[in-house]
């Protein structure tokens, strides 16, 4: 059974910067989309980054672009985050996601796997 398993969240500063991992096993996905959301206490999981299975293209939502790095490593079934410049809008549980296609789109229906997520807080 597929499983997606999320790491390197912690606290951090405002400012900072922080690298989370998520680890598949169970299945490859490297023929796949991959994906991270967030959720913040009483808000609704969004749409943070996705990327493509060769790792070429990449989809950011508005309010991380330019501040945050999708990136994979398809030989180690594994998709990375690398956030910069956080802010404390940042603060929420962090979700890697994939899919059984290519899709890479911010529609979180869309996404067929998940892991159980990595809490990010970044104080002010």
């Known amino acids: 059974q597929a499983q997606l398993v999320e790491s390197g969240g912690g606290l951090v500063q405002a400012g900072g910067s922080l690298n989370l991992s998520c680890q598949a096993s169970?299945?490859?996905?490297?023929?796949?989309?991959m994906a991270w959301f967030r959720q913040a206490p009483g808000k609704e999981r969004e749409f943070v980054a996705a990327i493509n299975w060769s790792g070429i293209r990449t989809n950011y939502a508005v309010s991380v672009e330019g501040r945050f790095t999708i990136s994979r490593d398809r030989a180690k079934n594994a998709v990375y985050l690398r956030m910069n410049a956080l802010k404390p809008d940042d603060t929420a549980v962090y979700y890697c996601?994939?899919?059984?296609?290519?899709?890479?789109?911010?529609?979180?229906?869309?996404?067929?796997?998940w892991g159980q997520g990595t809490q990010v807080t970044v104080s002010s």
């Open positions: 169970g299945r490859t996905f490297s023929n796949n989309a």
């Open positions: 996601a994939a899919d059984d296609r290519d899709y890479m789109g911010g529609n979180r229906l869309e996404y067929n796997y």
